[in-house]
């Protein structure tokens, strides 16, 4: 049992510290540090990224990146300046790779719907076997995605249905369904990478 003496004095002690000591306190195996670190600036992590993604999931999503790299990456230099701002500079970093990773997928499915679509009539045989080798290569790297990404993502391109009508008819959250089509694309992206070139 957790004597409460002990327990609340070395959370006052870490209330105490400074973000360096907190910082040291957590490369050295403390996650406690992290929490209190999370207390301190998970709401200026937060804010910023749900200011630039305007987006509430992906601000959440974000926010837990940005700690998970504060806690398994030892990127954060105290003598280069303080934690806040250093924390600033990288979410501010991160969500603009995000919405520039918006439209690289953007672009890549536009790409992709040109590249699939079937006008049988003016294609040559040579044409059509080529499009039913692409439409295998697709099936086939759609079997390898987890089934919740697959099938978020048959949904959309193949029945048609927005991402508001697909979370209606899983009943999930529409956060979610955004979050699945978007790592499920990006885990097609590499193996269809040929297709689009």
Not at 58 to 83: H, K, M, V
């Amino acid at each position: 049992m957790i004597d409460s003496k002990y327990y609340n004095y070395n959370l006052v002690n870490y209330l105490s510290q400074t973000d360096i000591e907190l910082f040291q306190a957590l490369k050295a195996g403390q996650p406690s540090a992290l929490g209190i670190l999370y207390d301190r600036y998970g709401k200026l992590v937060y804010g910023l990224s749900l200011r630039v993604l305007k987006n509430s999931q992906e601000a959440e999503d974000l926010t837990q990146e940005i700690f998970l790299n504060l806690w398994y990456r030892d990127n954060y230099n105290p003598t280069r300046g303080s934690l806040s701002s250093y924390l600033t500079i990288l979410t501010r970093s991160r969500a603009i790779d995000k919405i520039r990773s918006r439209g690289t997928n953007l672009k890549f499915l536009e790409r992709w719907g040109q590249n699939m679509s079937t006008q049988t009539s003016a294609h040559t045989p040579f044409e059509q076997a080529a499009l039913k080798e692409r439409s295998q290569c697709v099936r086939n790297a759609l079997a390898q995605l987890p089934q919740h990404y697959r099938q978020v993502l048959e949904m959309a391109y193949y029945e048609g249905l927005s991402q508001s009508e697909i979370a209606k008819q899983l009943n999930i959250p529409l956060g979610t369904v955004k979050t699945w089509a978007r790592q499920g694309l990006l885990k097609l992206k590499q193996p269809l990478q040929n297709l689009i070139n």
